[in-house]
């Protein structure tokens, strides 16, 4: 029997160790970039642009603006919807391949519109601003899995 309650503590500390592990916060999850996620304004932030080009550029952006919140939203609805047929028991495989059909359908809208907003500002550059863009743009960025808090 005292063989028997030393593989019994063990095992109920071995357990209390997991469970504490498992027990501790997430690391803070960074805010997103709100518009666009691809680190556009970040990216024309190291650009020495001329009054003329951060004008232009911002215009740009800002009509763009209400398409891409619209994309946006409409990606959310159709995730949501996704989710929705997803839960509904019995399962329908018809709306639920129509439903991931219209989320994809919206997300390559939203990417369009992106890449299109994207290819506006690099036509206001100068050669030497777009090579330095893009190696931005290329550039490692910290992803929501990064505790790191300055990456905001």
Do not use: Y
């Amino acid at each position: 029997m005292r063989q028997g309650s030393w593989r019994i503590a063990f095992a109920a500390f071995g357990l209390a160790t997991a469970v504490s592990g498992f027990a501790q916060d997430a690391p803070a999850v960074p805010i997103r970039h709100p518009f666009l996620r691809h680190h556009i304004r970040e990216c024309l932030a190291i650009l020495d642009l001329t009054d003329e080009q951060r004008t232009g550029i911002d215009n740009a952006l800002e009509a763009a603006r209400p398409t891409i919140e619209a994309d946006v939203a409409a990606v959310g609805a159709a995730r949501e919807t996704l989710i929705a047929a997803l839960d509904v028991t019995p399962p329908d495989a018809c709306a639920i391949g129509a439903d991931a059909l219209a989320l994809k359908s919206a997300r390559e809208t939203l990417r369009a519109e992106r890449e299109a907003v994207r290819e506006q500002v690099v036509a206001i550059l100068t050669p030497d601003q777009q090579s330095r863009f893009q190696g931005c743009l290329d550039a490692p960025w910290p992803d929501a899995s990064s505790s790191d808090e300055s990456a905001q």
